[in-house]
Every structure is written in structure tokens, then in C-alpha cells.
Nanobody
């Protein structure tokens, strides 16, 4: 199983970034995929999840209405569109999948929101 994140970088408050997670090594269309983040000196926290059934989504309260998670099963990819970014969104963002009883993580991509 391999997860590769990309798309992080710098943004000003109010700006946007789009993260991508490219997956391989498992049946992508059959798995729920999630984004987590970890800010400096803080614990890892859930951000968003997209389920296989009906592409149902779930979000951390503080990102609802600003972030949108989506998936493209043909490309084995998940995306996180982040709008109206705030300084408190600064963190390393990780893609996550639970597959065959194990948890898998990508290497992470840094998002920094600052003026």
C-alpha cells in the first residue's frame, strides 16, 4: 500500500490550496479514505473522510463549509480542496486508509497559512 500526498505549500489567509493523494497497492474503490493533519506541538487530528458508498463525506467541524474532499476512483486519487484558509490550518496533512486491518499513511505535505 502506498499513499503519496502533494499540493501543499504557502497560502495567505483567505486563500486556497488543493491537496492530492495518489494511492496504489490496494483496492482503492473499496476503501474509505481520510485526511488528517498535525500542527507543530499538537496531536494528529481528523480533517475529512470520504466513504465508498455514495461518496458520503464527513468533516471536522472547524473545516465544514471551507474544505471539500472528493475522490476519483479511475485515477486512484483523493483530493482536499481547501478554501478560506486560516492560520490555524497550518499543519502537515496526511492521507490515510485502513486496509485489511492495518492503517496506512502517506509521508505528508506541509500547508502553511500566513500573511
Amino acid at each position: 500500500v502506498q499513499l503519496v500526498e502533494s499540493g501543499g505549500g504557502y497560502a495567505q489567509p483567505g486563500g486556497s490550496l488543493r491537496l492530492s493523494c495518489e494511492a496504489s497497492g490496494f483496492t482503492f474503490s473499496g476503501c474509505d479514505i481520510a485526511w488528517y493533519r498535525q500542527a507543530p506541538e499538537k496531536e494528529l487530528e481528523f480533517v475529512a473522510r470520504i466513504f465508498t458508498i455514495g461518496a458520503i463525506t464527513s468533516y471536522k467541524d472547524s473545516v465544514k463549509g471551507r474544505f471539500t474532499i472528493s475522490r476519483d476512483n479511475a485515477k486512484n486519487a483523493v483530493y482536499l480542496q481547501m478554501n478560506s484558509l486560516k492560520p490555524e490550518d497550518t499543519a502537515v496533512y496526511y492521507c490515510n486508509v485502513e486496509y485489511s486491518g492495518d492503517n496506512y499513511w502517506g509521508q505528508g505535505t506541509q500547508v502553511t497559512v500566513s500573511s
